[in-house]
């Protein structure tokens, strides 16, 4: 048993260097977003006539919302999220009415967090908007730029905040680049 847990801990140890060695190449700089309009988080401009913008939300609608104390330390911890997920079906029903999405089918849509739950996201409806599946990228590509944003900084490679702007502004410009790694 005791060798069984010897060679477990030299893999995942083996896991995590390969996966920084992967990674730690990968430019994701604040530098990155200086021709792109910074949402101003929690604040919306509009909240009827929104309009979904291919993979991409309406950002007069749905300028992201984040927990305003929340850490890193804090959202590292397994079981963050589920903790502090609460989106009412209310909710969900103004968003998809917000965005004019009278009819849809399951696995259609999600009402996702612009910034996940993982990086610091609220559930106030500034930070909610009705994600397509397809066309792709849709929302299944999302996640997985929330969780290597996750991953990021729950590694120390960029700070909670950063990863909060970059998938605030324009997640597809990271999806960009972790897809072609």
Known sequence: MK????????????????????YNSLQLSQSNH???ITP?????????????????????????????????DQICVRGYAKSVRNVPIEVKREVYAEYGVKHRYKGEYEVDHLISLELGGSNDIANLWP???????GFHEKDKVENF??????????????AQSQIANNWLDVYKKIASY
Do not use: W, Y
């Not at 979904?52 to 749905?62: E, F, K, S, V, W």
């Open 149 to 162: 944003l996750h991953q990021q900084v729950c590694s120390g490679q960029i700070n909670l905040k950063e």
């Open 34 to 36: 200086h021709d792109q």
């Open 3 to 22: 060798a069984f847990l010897s060679i477990i801990f030299v893999l995942a140890v083996l896991l995590a260097v390969a996966f920084f060695l992967r």
């Open 131 to 137: 994600e397509a599946a397809e066309p792709r990228p």
């Open 40 to 72: 101003t988080l929690g604040q919306r401009t509009k909240n009827d006539g929104c309009e979904i913008n291919g993979p991409l939300q309406d950002m007069g609608c749905t300028p992201g919302a984040i927990f305003p104390n929340a850490t890193a």
